[in-house]
C-alpha cells in the first residue's frame, strides 16, 4: 500500500533555513507527481509546491517562491523541500502528497515546523 | 482568506443528509471538472473523498457525493453517522501558475 513518511521538522529561527524529507513505498514512486502542502495550526490547507514525475517541472506558491525549492531522488524513492530564509508564517504541518487521477491523493502524516525565536 | 470559500461550519443528525458547498471563480472551480473533497479527522492526515467532482476512489462510502454547477462545487453526505464528524475541504485545480486552490473547511458535527 502507498506509504508516505515525512521528517525533518523542527523548531527553527526566523530566518533560519531546514530541509524536509518524505520517503516513499508501496508504489512505483518515479512514475508519479508529487505535491507539498501545509496546514497553520488551526487553519486551512495550502498548497506549497509541485514536481512532475521526472523532476523537470515545478512550480511553487506565490508564498514561498524564490525560499523554497522542491526536489526528488527518484533512486532513494524520495522527496524534499529545502526551505529558507523562514518566517513565522511558514509555522504549519506540512504534508507530502501523491497524485491520484490529478488530485492530492494520498497523504503522509505530516511534519511540524515552528518558526519562532 | 482562502481562494475557495465554504461554509465554517454544518450539522446535521444521524441518518440525516448535509450539503458543504465550495465556491470559486471561473479560473479554478468553473474552468475545470478537476474539484476534490478531504476529510480530516482532529490530528490526522486529510483523505481523499470525491474527486474529479463527482468520483469516488475505491473504498470511500456511497454515502459521500459531489456536484458541481458553474463556479460552485457541493458535497454531499447521506445517511450521517457519528463517524463522519470531521472537517472538510474543497479543492480545485487552478491553472499552472495557481496549481491547487483549497477551501477554509468546513466543520461537520453530527447531533
Known amino acids: 500500500q502507498v506509504q508516505l513518511v515525512e521528517s525533518g521538522g523542527g523548531l527553527v529561527k526566523p530566518g533560519g533555513s531546514l530541509r524536509l524529507s518524505c520517503a516513499a513505498s508501496?508504489?512505483?514512486?518515479?512514475?508519479?507527481?508529487m505535491s507539498w502542502i501545509r496546514q497553520a495550526p488551526g487553519k486551512g490547507l495550502e498548497w506549497v509546491s509541485y514536481?512532475?514525475?521526472?523532476?523537470?517541472?515545478?512550480y511553487y506558491a506565490d508564498s514561498v517562491k524564490g525560499r523554497f525549492t522542491i526536489s526528488r531522488d527518484n533512486a532513494k524513492n524520495s522527496l524534499y523541500l529545502q526551505m529558507n530564509s523562514l518566517r513565522a508564517e511558514d509555522t504549519a504541518v506540512y504534508y507530502c502528497?501523491?497524485?491520484?487521477?490529478?488530485?492530492?491523493?494520498?497523504w503522509g502524516q505530516g511534519t511540524l515546523v515552528t518558526v519562532s525565536s | 482568506q482562502s481562494a475557495l470559500t465554504q461554509p465554517a461550519s454544518v450539522s446535521g443528525s444521524p441518518g440525516q443528509s448535509i450539503t458543504i458547498s465550495c465556491t470559486g471563480t471561473?479560473?479554478?472551480?468553473?474552468?475545470?471538472?478537476?474539484v476534490s473533497w478531504y476529510q480530516q479527522h482532529p490530528g490526522k492526515a486529510p483523505k481523499l473523498m470525491i474527486y474529479?467532482?463527482?468520483k469516488r476512489p475505491s473504498g470511500v462510502s456511497n454515502r459521500f457525493s459531489g456536484s458541481k454547477s458553474g463556479n460552485t462545487a457541493s458535497l454531499t453526505i447521506s445517511g450521517l453517522q457519528a463517524e463522519d464528524e470531521a472537517d472538510y475541504y474543497c479543492?480545485?485545480?487552478?491553472?499552472?501558475?495557481?496549481?491547487?486552490?483549497f477551501g477554509g473547511g468546513t466543520k461537520l458535527t453530527v447531533l
Open positions: 479543492c480545485s485545480y487552478a491553472g499552472s501558475s495557481t496549481f491547487w486552490v
Open positions: 471561473s479560473s479554478d472551480v468553473g474552468s475545470y471538472n478537476l
Open positions: 502528497a501523491r497524485d491520484y487521477q490529478d488530485t492530492p491523493g494520498y
Open positions: 514536481i512532475s514525475s521526472s523532476g523537470s517541472t515545478i
Open positions: 508501496g508504489f512505483t514512486f518515479s512514475d508519479y507527481y
Open positions: 474529479e467532482v463527482s
